[in-house]
């Protein structure tokens, strides 16, 4: 037997609320499948209140993706990632409501790609009402690889992209796209990023397009694991870190405010290292703990291409302050478990991205009015995409 409801979305003082009707003998509208955006309330309160489904990648790149449409272009799936600023995209994901703008940008990541595009204003819909004004973007043109990282995924060859010709136009970003079965990426870091001069002093930035929809309540979210909640009624629960203020060149459109990226924790792994402190980064685009640092941590021999603390350590994350708000123990499952050790960048401090290892663990709060971040305990642990070795 057919399943004959409707699902109408309609604002209830700036809320979206969901009606289900009953009908019948009369044409029905598709039930949203759960890859497709559904912004839902809580039916127990009237606080302005919007949830985006998350979406598992399927690609080869573990993480988290959202649904959205650039420029009423067509809805495409972007990675969502905490630990980069603005939003980037590819170039044939976006309609035609953009409005071209003199400034390009290059930025690196330390999977080795380099995306390189111009900037463009453009709205970003997330679906149902949800949606922003024109927003500094960038459109990508061209996906590379470091010299670092000669065979990182916009390298174009039979392994990465099977198909795509090398002198291809576009063929760097046409390859990212086939292997992550992603259309760009949606930075969520709450750092701005002023867009460089070229060829004159610019009054441009990019930021976390979330910041964008112009509702107060819009500055507060949660990553937990298949949703984003957006506009959090309550911090109960959560282990609360005060984040460092920023300046940004103009106010955000809903009040948000530019916060330092890292926030410094405390790490205990095993008897040698002890209450080491140091920024640390919640990465929903890292796949593990990787540790950049020059601290002395036991390791195994190098596995999957890096060195990894030695299986079964007691791992402890405490704030400065002693609470303890992460303890477990270390082994060899990437996005799980897995202590990944690396020497810092080039020029830059030690830090960690702690990747998606607590967000496997912990719903996790980012509050860019008040400038805290806040880890709550999952009742299970998850297993967000759980691949490598």
Not at 22 to 50: D, F, K, M, Y
Not at 152 to 171: F, K, L, T, Y
Request: charged share 15%.
């Amino acid at each position: 037997m057919a399943d004959l409801r409707r699902f109408h979305f309609v604002f209830v003082g700036g809320l979206v609320v969901m009606a289900v009707l009953a009908g019948c003998g009369q044409r029905q509208s598709p039930i949203p499948s759960s890859r497709e955006i559904a912004l839902r309330t809580v039916a127990s309160t009237t606080a302005p209140h919007a949830r985006l489904t998350l979406g598992i990648n399927t690609g080869d790149d573990p993480g988290l993706n959202l649904t959205f449409r650039v420029a009423r272009g067509p809805a495409e799936h972007f990675l969502f990632d905490t630990g980069s600023a603005g939003l980037w995209v590819a170039y044939n994901a976006m309609g035609k409501g953009y409005t071209r703008t003199p400034y390009t940008m290059t930025n690196t990541y330390s999977s080795g790609i380099v995306y390189e595009g111009t900037v463009v204003y453009a709205p970003v819909d997330f679906g149902n009402g949800l949606v922003t004004g024109p927003v500094p973007l960038v459109r990508v043109v061209r996906a590379s690889c470091t010299a670092a990282i000669s065979d990182c995924p916009a390298a174009v060859n039979a392994r990465n992209c099977p198909g795509i010709s090398p002198s291809a136009p576009h063929a760097g970003v046409l390859c990212i796209e086939q292997g992550r079965k992603l259309d760009g990426t949606m930075g969520a870091d709450l750092d701005v990023t002023r867009v460089p001069a070229k060829p004159k002093p610019a009054k441009l930035e990019l930021y976390n397009v979330l910041f964008a929809i112009k509702h107060s309540w819009a500055s507060r979210f949660i990553v937990a694991q298949t949703d984003l909640e957006i506009g959090p009624r309550s911090t109960s629960g959560f282990s609360l870190v005060k984040m460092k203020h920023k300046s940004a060149p103009v106010p955000l459109p809903n009040g948000a405010m530019a916060w330092k990226r890292d926030v410094k924790l405390c790490y205990s792994i095993g008897a040698r290292v002890s209450h080491y402190c140091v920024d640390s980064l919640f990465d929903t685009g890292a796949k593990d703990i990787n540790f950049q640092t020059t601290a002395s941590i036991p390791a195994n021999t190098r596995r999957c291409n890096a060195a990894l603390a030695l299986r079964g350590q007691t791992f402890r994350l405490r704030t400065k302050s002693g609470k303890v708000l992460a303890s477990f123990t270390t082994g060899y499952l990437a996005n799980y478990n897995m202590v990944r050790l690396a020497t810092p960048k080039p020029n830059s401090a030690p830090e960690i991205n702690t990747g998606l290892t607590f967000y496997n663990r912990d719903a996790v709060l980012f509050d860019a009015r008040s400038g805290h971040l806040g880890l709550r305990p999952l009742s299970s642990p998850g297993k967000i995409g759980r691949k490598g070795c």
